[in-house]
């Protein structure tokens, strides 16, 4: 079983072994961004609806305040799944 995570160089998912070198120097990252990533199928799409460059969404840990209602609205994913630090008990 591995860790799905995007291959910027091969611009596709990639399953990575659990406790690989890779994934031990990543940024920590809230798994909820990997949903919205597959949900719009790349980071690519994402940032272009978003009006961003394919870099800063890459750069996400958490799904950023601002678009937590336009993200939800897409994925179906209520605000406090997305961002359960500011919403959860809302």
């Given amino acids: ?9 091969s ?9 690989s070198f890779i994934l031990h120097n990543m940024k920590q990252c809230d798994p909820i961004v990997l949903d919205v990533f597959r949900a719009y199928g790349s980071q690519t799409k994402l940032a272009k609806e978003l009006g961003v460059t394919r870099q800063a969404v890459s750069k996400w840990r958490h799904v950023p305040l601002k678009y937590v209602r336009r993200l939800s609205q897409f994925t179906g994913l209520s605000p406090a799944v997305l961002r359960p630090d500011i919403y959860d008990g809302i």
């Fill in 11 to 19: 611009s596709e998912w990639l399953t990575v072994p659990t406790g």
């Fill in 1 to 9: 079983m591995g860790t799905m995570i995007w291959g910027h160089r």
